[in-house]
């Protein structure tokens, strides 16, 4: 008999080294961060958000939860900080530190390289302003070292930047539902030709691998989530706000998990169901004691002129279901991280449809990957 | 002041957590695993290396490192093996255990689920089966562990299939150069109307990071070594073997680095020397006192007819050199692993030119990285 051992994937707490080389790797390169700092309505919501409400940084302490380049650092101390703590777990925090001292602003901004749990300031801290949502909102599970920031180091009196964050879920129709099935069928007929030659060439028959392999592909194809930047007109129905988060009081804890149940109405026909979409938006409201002498809103809902480079996250139903009258869906859905990797997720659709002439089509239930 | 801590890039001892998420998690798919079977060169090679010469199978113990799907393991056995020992460190293994029961072989084939450095065998095997080779052979640096299983499981009197190895690199024209430069001005391009944008629209001057950007950039664009199946007419002068291994001896302090001087001769006039292939073969020949019936080769070379999945690792010269008259190049090369992955390469290149009129061109030094 001969023994085995663990092939190291991690299903217990969080494995540092994968997770740096799972995750932060990315944040280290110049080409993203200007990605990032490209986004116009990403920048100009932050921007507003600053520069409308200085009242909340003039001779306050504030602190930047992954400053990356160092601009919303930057901004803040141009705004009127008496001093800024720049939190960075990469290397990126060099050349923050460097953007810093460019503009002079080394007396104010000190950039610390580390993570933000383990970080140590030498005070508490008047704003905690951070630009921590990944696609939709939550993945890369980021909001989880704000939470930590701010129960460490946020005077009770302060103000978070941004206050509030919500997720909405609408249907939709996108030819991309068509795309990807096309591209799963291809697979999979390339995987055919791909048995019969082993077989004949090499003697070997792997026809038994086509069930793990088409669900491999089924999962690649048409069981992970899509970018996009849809147009308004691709929402066929009333969307709904799936989540709401006040950045002030919300745990780790009350983010998990998002369990919501809404209803839909799809007025518009003749069209196709082919899904749903996922967005966010936050909101820059300051504190009910202390608030926003200007709100600002960052949304990343479909927009008919500007997308933001996160898009939404479109989830596919095939077959997609041919609307031909007046429909109404009753949608469960649940998001939850991904055992595998806690900055993922699994999300899952119960969608109960029903047609204005009362008849009910069988429900759908379908799970997806954030990934 | 505030305190800092280590963000966790991994320069001591190899993180098995993050060696898993950058290196074996690719490993897990069926779909990876499909291109490496549809590889007909690499096929080929070791299932002639394997049916050709039996007498090394018939009623032996072999071990198979880094089976992935199995069908090494699955080829030994048909081939008369008494027992096969399949290890994957990847789930991977589950694929393969299916594989071997549905072509009858589980009494042989007993797949096992580990890392080679940590799995016990019930016995010492005759034969070491494995498809170790990366990228110009020694990426991934899973010949270490094909070296740690000979060391404690091989019989003295064991053969290796492989058995020997072999790195080649020789003189090349191919208008990647070109693009790879047209790339890099894009991005550069890019990057300085973004500084303007930055510095009009939200008042911070990024300019100082002109620098680190452009690094990033020429980094990814002209230093990083390409993947690219050439023509022969591609190669401009004479190839050099830079490295040649004896699986049977060769420990990993003779392949932590590859050291290699070599002249080339270029007669092909006029052409661009536009930068260096490197590509390998490995041999199947059994060994000294039990050797191959049939002798078999695996190429990589540059091949007018089939391409493998290697392909040809391409080393660009920015700029190319022009080639007017007979040149003779005496090239310095060596080769290291990366200190941030031990599983990453890089490389440099010095490079003297003499032309035939006596002439001498500026010494070329070049470093590159293949990731």
Known sequence: MASRTNGGSSNGPVDKGADFANYFCTYAFL??????????????????????????????????????????????????????????????????????????????????????EEVVLPEKVDVIISEWMGYFLLRESMFDSVICARD????????????????WVGPIRSGLVDQKKNDYEAAMDDWYGFLEDTKDYYGVDMSVLTRPFSNEQEKYYLQTSLWNNLHPNQVIGTAAVIKEIDCLTASV???????????????????????????????????????AQKEIELTTAPSSNTG????????????????????????????????????????????????????????????????
Chains 1, 2 share one sequence.
């Open 31 to 116: 080409y993203h961060q200007k990605e990032m700092l490209s986004d116009r309505v990403r920048m100009d919501a932050y921007y507003n958000a600053v520069f409308q409400n200085k009242h909340h940084f003039q001779g306050k302490a504030v602190l930047d939860v992954g400053t990356g380049s160092g601009i919303l650092a930057i901004w803040s101390a141009q705004a009127g900080a008496r001093k800024v703590y720049a939190v960075e777990a990469t290397k990126m925090s060099e050349h923050a530190r460097t953007l810093v001292q460019a503009n002079n602003l080394q007396d104010i901004v000190e950039v610390i390289e580390g993570s933000m």
């Open 152 to 167: 460490r180091w946020l005077k009770p009196s302060g103000v978070m930047y941004p206050s509030h964050a919500r997720m």
């Open 308 to 371: 933001t480079h996160w898009g939404q996250q479109i989830f596919m139903l095939h077959p997609p279901v041919h609307v031909d009258e007046e429909i109404n869906l009753d949608v469960s859905f649940s998001m939850n991280r991904s055992k595998e990797n806690h900055r993922l997720m699994e999300v899952e659709f119960d969608v109960k449809i029903s047609k204005s002439s009362g008849k009910i089509l069988p429900p759908i239930n379908k799970k997806f990957y954030i990934e």
């Open 253 to 291: 804890n009350d983010i998990l998990e998002v369990k919501s149940s809404f209803s839909s109405a799809i007025s518009m026909a003749p069209t196709r169901l082919c899904g749903f979409a996922g967005w966010f938006d936050v909101h820059f409201r300051g504190r009910g004691e202390d608030p």
